[in-house]
């Protein structure tokens, strides 16, 4: 929430322009998610912040925990937990439970001792203090044409094949069913074999898409 701030984890100066994307996107009754990664001593002076700068706008937004990827060796120096963040936000307001999604736990944000509902909602989505691969149904596609089953999974699968010089639709749905089933642990297994950083591959997510 902070431009220089903004500056500094991202490398641009493009506060402003994200907030114009946001506001944008709500003009024209998107649906919409926003969603952060608190880090130690970096943002997490800004929890309320985040929250004000979401009720708002009500729109949703989604805490999700930073994860030992692309590069970040010392991710657990950074790293800030659901409760830690849960129990910031509860010193101001209260959290109510509304639903618990495959991947986020929803709850609505309200104001201390009122009955009203306000509305707000605040998902969180914690992979490392409560990992939730087991009932991950999430594959995504790279820039370049390959499937990636995990975050935390060294292959990729190369799908452009399918789709060059045309596309060859019945192949490509069977390679993709095919393929969904080799959909590994994840993080479950990272922590339950402790590998180490070395020994698992992690991705660059700005490399990835949705
Ligand atoms: S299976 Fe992979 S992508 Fe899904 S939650 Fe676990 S680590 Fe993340």
Do not use: H
Not at 13 to 26: F, Q, R, T
Not at 107 to 134: A, D, H, L, W
Request: aromatic content about 12%; charged content about 35%; some cysteine.
């Amino acid at each position: 929430m902070k431009k220089e701030k903004f500056k500094k984890i991202t490398g641009f100066d493009l506060l402003s322009k994200v907030i114009e994307g946001i506001d944008y996107a709500l003009s024209l009754s998107m649906p919409l998610k926003v969603n952060t990664v608190i880090l130690k001593e970096v943002n997490d002076d800004e929890i309320f912040d985040l929250v004000d700068f979401a009720r708002e706008r009500k729109v949703e937004l989604r805490f999700i925990e930073y994860m030992p990827l692309g590069g970040n060796s010392d991710w657990e120096r950074y790293f800030v937990s659901e409760k830690e963040i849960k129990e910031k936000i509860k010193e101001r307001y209260e959290l109510l439970p509304l639903r618990k999604e495959k991947i986020a736990g929803v709850y609505e944000v309200r104001e201390k001792e009122t009955p009203f509902s306000s509305g707000q909602k605040i998902g969180f989505i914690s992979t490392i203090s409560n990992p939730f691969c087991n009932s991950c149904s999430r594959i995504r596609i790279t820039s370049d044409g390959k499937i990636v089953l995990c975050l935390f999974d060294k292959k990729s699968y190369d799908i452009k094949a399918f789709l060059r010089p045309f596309i060859r639709e019945e192949e490509l749905f069977n390679f993709i069913r095919e393929t969904v089933k080799l959909k590994p642990e994840g993080y479950i297994k990272y922590k339950r074999e402790s590998l180490t950083f070395e020994e698992n591959s992690f991705l660059v997510m700005r490399k990835m898409g949705g």
